[in-house]
C-alpha cells in the first residue's frame, strides 16, 4: 500500500504497537490515517481510514472484518487535509474535545482518534481476547495514541518542509536557467557597444574633447565584461550544488553546517586580491569623464578639487574603482536638477589620504545613517521613486574594509558650503593607508 507517512512514522507505528502486545497484551493493534494522509482516491461521500501498521502482520488479511470501526464524522476526516501551502502549528493539544477522546467498541476493543486542533488525522485500534481492559492499561493506550498523534503532525511537517525544498530547488533551477538566457543576450549588445566606441575613438581626433567620452564609453564596457565574467563564476553551479539540502533526522539535534551569513558581497578573487600602490588620479579621472557627461544630462554642477601630486595609496584598483563608482553614482542619484557635486581630496587624517564625495542635496535622516551599508537598507530613499537596491553602499564598505581602509557618512554635508535647511546634502569620505605606511 502507497502511503505518504514516512518510514521512520510507520515504523514508530509498529514498534508502538509491539510494546502493546509485549506490554499490555494486545492481540490485534492497528493505526490507521484518513485518506488525506495516505493519498488513497476517496470514495465520492465516503470518508475512509487506511491502515498503515498492523501487529501482527499476518492479521492484514481480512482486516476489516477483524477490527470494528466507528462512525466517524466526515468532518473531522476532512478537516485533517490541511493546507500544504503553510506549516503546520507545532503547540500540541494535549487533551482533544471529550467527545471526540475516546470510541469503545463492543467487547474488548478500544479506538481512539488521532487528533491534533480537534482535526482527526487517523484511529488507533486495539484489543484483546482474553479480558477486558482495566483503568491503568487504558491510560497507557492513550498515552500511546498521544504519542502517535504528536509523531504523525511532526511527519506532516518534515514532508512540507521536504515539499518546500524540492519546489525551492525547481524554481533555482528556472532561476538559473533565465540568468544564463539573460547573459548570452547581453553580451552581444555590449559587444556592438564597445566596437562602436572603438571605432568612434578612431574616428576623433587626438584633441577633440568628445574623444575622451569615447574612451570613457570603451572603459566603462571593459568593466562591465568584467562583471559579468564575475556574474557568470558566480552562478555557474554543479548539479551537486543544486541538490536539495537534507533534513536532519528527528533525533538529531546538532547542526553540522552554518551559512556564512557575514561574508563580503563582493569578493575579489584570485590575483585581484592583490593590494599595490595606486595613485587616485588614475583611478578616479576616467569615471569622472562619464560623470561630467550625466551631470550636465542632468542639469547638475560637478565640481572637483583633486591636487595633481597626490602621494599612492594602498589598495586594489578594481576594488577602489568600484567604491567611486558607487559613491559617485549615489551623489548623481539623489542630487536634484539644478544641485552641485564636489569631488575633492583630503588629508584630514595622519597617514591616510582621502576622497570626499559631497551634494547638496535631500540628505539623510540621523536614524537611517547608522543603518547605511547594511544590506539592502535604503531607509526613507525607498519610499522615493529613485531606483535603488541598497546594495552599492555595502559593497562599498566592504570593499574598503578588505583594503584596510574606511568610510565615513555625514548628513548635513561637512565638506560643503552650498547648502541649506533644505537642500542638506551629504558627504561620502573614504581613505586608504598612504604607501609609507606598511
Same mark, same amino acid.
Given at each position: 500500500?502507497?502511503?505518504?507517512?514516512?518510514?521512520?512514522?510507520? #515504523?514508530?507505528?509498529r514498534?508502538?504497537?509491539?510494546?502493546? #502486545?509485549?506490554?499490555?497484551?494486545?492481540?490485534l %493493534?492497528?493505526?490507521?490515517? =484518513?485518506?488525506?494522509?495516505?493519498?488513497?482516491?476517496?470514495?465520492?461521500?465516503?470518508?475512509?481510514?487506511?491502515?498503515?501498521?498492523?501487529?501482527?502482520e499476518?492479521?492484514?488479511?481480512?482486516?476489516e472484518?477483524?477490527?470494528?470501526?466507528?462512525s466517524?464524522n466526515?468532518?473531522?476526516?476532512?478537516?485533517?487535509?490541511?493546507?500544504?501551502?503553510?506549516?503546520l502549528?507545532?503547540?500540541?493539544?494535549?487533551?482533544?474535545?471529550? $467527545?471526540?477522546?475516546?470510541?469503545?467498541?463492543?467487547?474488548?476493543?478500544?479506538?481512539?482518534?488521532?487528533?491534533? &486542533?480537534?482535526?482527526?488525522?487517523?484511529?488507533?485500534?486495539t484489543?484483546?481476547e482474553?479480558?477486558a481492559?482495566?483503568?491503568?492499561?487504558?491510560?497507557?493506550?492513550?498515552?500511546?495514541?498521544?504519542?502517535?498523534?504528536?509523531?504523525?503532525?511532526?511527519?506532516?511537517?518534515?514532508?512540507?518542509?521536504?515539499s518546500?525544498?524540492?519546489?525551492h530547488?525547481?524554481m533555482?533551477?528556472?532561476?538559473?536557467?533565465?540568468m544564463?538566457n539573460?547573459?548570452?543576450?547581453?553580451?552581444?549588445?555590449?559587444?556592438?557597444?564597445?566596437?562602436?566606441?572603438?571605432?568612434?575613438?578612431?574616428?576623433?581626433?587626438?584633441?577633440?574633447?568628445?574623444?575622451?567620452? #569615447?574612451?570613457?564609453?570603451?572603459?566603462? =564596457?571593459?568593466?562591465?565584461?568584467?562583471?559579468?565574467?564575475?556574474?557568470?563564476?558566480a552562478?555557474d553551479?554543479?548539479?551537486?550544488?543544486?541538490?536539495?539540502?537534507?533534513?536532519?533526522?528527528?533525533n538529531?539535534?546538532?547542526?553540522?553546517?552554518?551559512?556564512?551569513?557575514?561574508?563580503p558581497?563582493?569578493?575579489?578573487?584570485?590575483?585581484?586580491?592583490?593590494?599595490?600602490?595606486?595613485?587616485?588620479?588614475?583611478?578616479?579621472?576616467?569615471?569622472?569623464?562619464?560623470?561630467? #557627461?550625466?551631470?550636465?544630462?542632468?542639469?547638475?554642477?560637478?565640481?572637483?578639487?583633486i591636487?595633481?601630486?597626490?602621494? &599612492?595609496?594602498?589598495?586594489?584598483?578594481?576594488?577602489?574603482?568600484?567604491?567611486?563608482?558607487n559613491?559617485?553614482?549615489?551623489?548623481?542619484?539623489?542630487?536634484?536638477?539644478?544641485?552641485?557635486?564636489?569631488?575633492?581630496?583630503?588629508?584630514?587624517?595622519?597617514?591616510?589620504?582621502?576622497?570626499?564625495? %559631497? &551634494?547638496?542635496?535631500?540628505g539623510?535622516p540621523?536614524? $537611517?545613517?547608522?543603518?547605511?551599508?547594511?544590506?539592502?537598507?535604503r531607509g526613507?530613499?525607498?519610499?522615493?521613486?529613485?531606483?535603488?537596491?541598497?546594495?552599492?553602499?555595502?559593497?562599498a564598505?566592504q570593499?574598503?574594509?578588505?583594503?584596510?581602509?574606511?568610510?565615513?557618512?555625514?548628513?548635513p554635508?561637512?565638506?560643503?558650503?552650498?547648502?541649506s535647511p533644505?537642500t542638506?546634502? =551629504? =558627504?561620502?569620505?573614504?581613505?586608504?593607508?598612504?604607501?609609507?605606511?606598511?
Amino acid at each position: 500500500m502507497i502511503v505518504s507517512a514516512s518510514s521512520e512514522f510507520v #515504523a514508530l507505528c509498529r514498534e508502538q504497537l509491539t510494546l502493546l #502486545a509485549q506490554g499490555l497484551g494486545a492481540s490485534l %493493534s492497528v493505526v490507521y490515517l =484518513t485518506q488525506e494522509l495516505a493519498e488513497v482516491p476517496p470514495h465520492k461521500g465516503e470518508a475512509k481510514l487506511i491502515p498503515v501498521a498492523v501487529y501482527p502482520e499476518t492479521a492484514v488479511v481480512g482486516l476489516e472484518h477483524q477490527v470494528a470501526l466507528p462512525s466517524v464524522n466526515r468532518h473531522l476526516l476532512a478537516g485533517s487535509s490541511a493546507d500544504s501551502s503553510s506549516p503546520l502549528d507545532n503547540n500540541f493539544s494535549n487533551q482533544a474535545q471529550e $467527545d471526540n477522546q475516546e470510541y469503545l467498541m463492543e467487547g474488548d476493543q478500544i479506538v481512539l482518534p488521532l487528533i491534533h &486542533d480537534s482535526v482527526m488525522m487517523g484511529l488507533l485500534v486495539t484489543g484483546r481476547e482474553d479480558r477486558a481492559w482495566n483503568e491503568s492499561e487504558r491510560t497507557q493506550i492513550e498515552s500511546v495514541a498521544q504519542s502517535l498523534a504528536i509523531a504523525c503532525i511532526m511527519d506532516r511537517r518534515r514532508a512540507w518542509l521536504a515539499s518546500q525544498l524540492h519546489n525551492h530547488q525547481i524554481m533555482q533551477e528556472r532561476q538559473l536557467d533565465l540568468m544564463d538566457n539573460l547573459l548570452h543576450q547581453f553580451r552581444n549588445p555590449l559587444t556592438a557597444l564597445r566596437t562602436f566606441g572603438k571605432l568612434l575613438t578612431k574616428r576623433l581626433r587626438p584633441k577633440d574633447e568628445n574623444r575622451e567620452v #569615447a574612451l570613457s564609453i570603451v572603459r566603462e =564596457t571593459d568593466r562591465l565584461k568584467e562583471l559579468l565574467q564575475k556574474f557568470d563564476e558566480a552562478i555557474d553551479l554543479t548539479p551537486e550544488d543544486l541538490l536539495p539540502a537534507k533534513l536532519p533526522a528527528q533525533n538529531q539535534v546538532e547542526v553540522e553546517a552554518t551559512i556564512e551569513l557575514d561574508k563580503p558581497l563582493l569578493l575579489l578573487n584570485g590575483a585581484e586580491q592583490e593590494i599595490v600602490d595606486l595613485n587616485f588620479n588614475e583611478v578616479l579621472q576616467p569615471l569622472l569623464v562619464s560623470t561630467e #557627461a550625466i551631470a550636465q544630462e542632468r542639469s547638475l554642477e560637478l565640481i572637483t578639487k583633486i591636487e595633481n601630486n597626490l602621494p &599612492d595609496v594602498r589598495g586594489n584598483y578594481q576594488a577602489l574603482r568600484e567604491i567611486l563608482s558607487n559613491l559617485i553614482d549615489n551623489a548623481l542619484k539623489y542630487t536634484p536638477a539644478g544641485g552641485t557635486i564636489l569631488i575633492e581630496s583630503i588629508r584630514d587624517k595622519a597617514n591616510f589620504l582621502g576622497i570626499a564625495i %559631497s &551634494d547638496n542635496g535631500p540628505g539623510i535622516p540621523q536614524k $537611517d545613517l547608522e543603518h547605511l551599508g547594511e544590506r539592502g537598507y535604503r531607509g526613507v530613499q525607498a519610499q522615493t521613486e529613485i531606483p535603488g537596491s541598497g546594495l552599492g553602499l555595502t559593497i562599498a564598505k566592504q570593499l574598503i574594509e578588505q583594503m584596510q581602509g574606511e568610510m565615513e557618512i555625514f548628513s548635513p554635508a561637512n565638506r560643503f558650503a552650498i547648502k541649506s535647511p533644505e537642500t542638506p546634502g =551629504t =558627504t561620502f569620505i573614504i581613505r586608504l593607508p598612504q604607501t609609507n605606511i606598511r
